[in-house]
């Protein structure tokens, strides 16, 4: 059953509000009443954070829910029936390891990347790319960037599908390519000072300028609801660099409407971030362990801007790193069934590509291992991993081939999972 406030999503498109810059430099102020209090940082959120230190950490970690580890069932990604014919040949074709790499997504540097890290690409067969960190090279240096991953190790290391190629060109703090050819986008509260019409003729800019470096998916609208101005401040991962478009569901629901829009008509598919929201906690799950949000509810007003993304048709939403003590305060999100199986996939109706924030380098992932982290992630119902860091994605390849080599119903789940990849690549 979808949540009622989902028949008012239609009326949400023609609202625009004006909205003063916020300075990420702000002080902090206190959270309002009922808000998480844990300490913020000063880190931009999740995908594209400046690098931390790798986890070293090897131990096990809890037990998934008895409802995490379950085989696909109908409210799961094998929900979408009568894939396309072109997709199920194409899925039929893929070694294991193949269909492992198809819902892996692997950061490199969006300047390039070195020998070892394109060994990796080929060898472990990794079918999507995350351009990450800062680049001026502009659109043609970055066309070349792009044009060097696709060939590595093609056709042999993918089956011969084409690799997703990804960044995060949200504006203002977060702005991954920039240089000739590359608009200077504005931060997030700046975009929903505009009329939807603007920003969306906008992003469709920005989308042309993503398409001709060969960019397809760009991990962005920031779909968060931050309270009020005044907690801005407070709210590490997003209102502390301006990333949220208002402060109002309505405000974030028509202006990352026009931002997709406008990003799918120039030919670029927009991500739905961070799932079920990172607009209420102080902490940044890039810098922090165990980031909790005690507010959000599993038909919470928040999910409101998400519903309507989803309702619009958009393909991809990322699931966050949090922790949401009133929907499972056992699991993090990526580990959470109920977060993705249940809220996503029977609640929201969604069919689309369930990716992960970065799963690599964020602290709030530190307990586990990189293996544990993946088997965990697809056994609750994930569809694509995000890893910034290569290093790791040996050791997530090899958890993942072996649990799947092991488990019917995990690679179940795998070939569930690379079907929803095949079938957004080729239709």
């Not at 659109?139 to 997703?164: E, K, L, N, Y």
């Not at 509260?189 to 505009?194: A, R």
């Not at 307990?367 to 056994?379: D, I, K, L, P, Q």
Request: net charge neutral.
């Amino acid at each position: 059953m979808r949540p009622s406030w989902r028949a008012g999503t239609v009326g949400l498109m023609a609202t625009t509000l004006v909205v003063g810059m916020l300075s990420a430099c702000a002080t902090p102020t206190p959270p309002p009443t009922g808000t998480p209090a844990s300490s913020p940082s000063s880190t931009p959120s999740g995908e594209n954070a400046p690098p931390t230190q790798s986890p070293t950490s090897t131990r096990n970690p809890p037990s998934p829910s008895a409802s995490a580890i379950r085989p696909p069932s109908a409210s799961s990604q094998t929900a979408s029936s009568a894939p396309s014919s072109a997709a199920q040949r194409a899925l039929d074709g893929l070694s294991l390891e193949q269909r492992v790499g198809q819902v892996l997504m692997m950061g490199i540097p969006a300047t390039g990347a070195d020998a070892p890290t394109l060994r990796i690409l080929g060898a472990d067969h990794v079918g999507n790319v995350f351009l990450k960190g800062r680049s001026k090279l502009g659109v043609s240096g970055t066309r070349h960037v792009v044009d060097a991953v696709r060939a590595t190790g093609a056709p042999a290391a993918t089956g011969g599908i084409r690799r997703f190629v990804a960044t995060d060109q949200e504006g203002g703090a977060v702005q991954v390519l920039s240089g000739p050819g590359f608009s200077a986008m504005p931060a997030g509260i700046v975009q929903g000072g505009w009329t939807a019409d603007r920003l969306e003729a906008s992003a469709r800019t920005w989308a042309v300028e993503l398409a001709d470096a060969g960019v397809d998916v760009n991990l962005a609208p920031v779909t968060d609801t931050v309270p009020s101005a005044a907690f801005a401040p407070s709210n590490a991962p997003i209102g502390a660099f301006g990333r949220e478009f208002g402060y109002t569901t309505q405000t974030v629901s028509t202006h990352s409407l026009a931002f997709s829009r406008g990003m799918k008509s120039g030919g670029v598919q927009p991500v739905v971030k961070h799932f079920p929201g990172l607009g209420r906690v102080t902490a940044n799950t890039d810098t922090t362990a165990d980031v909790l949000d005690t507010v959000t509810t599993r038909n919470d007003q928040y999910l409101q801007p998400f519903a309507a993304n989803i309702e619009a048709g958009n393909g991809w939403v990322m699931v966050s790193n949090a922790r949401y003590e009133r929907i499972d305060p056992e699991n993090i999100a990526p580990f959470s069934s109920k977060v993705m199986e249940g809220m996503l996939r029977s609640d929201q109706g969604f069919s689309g590509i369930i990716i992960s924030d970065d799963m690599c380098k964020a602290v709030a992932l530190s307990a586990w291992a990189y293996g544990s982290r993946a088997v965990n992630f697809f056994n609750a119902g994930g569809t694509m991993m995000l890893c910034v860091n290569a290093a790791a994605i040996p050791a997530i390849t090899r958890a993942l081939v072996a649990e799947a080599r092991e488990s019917s119903a995990f690679r179940a789940r795998i070939d569930a999972a690379a079907l929803l990849v095949l079938r957004a690549k080729l239709g």
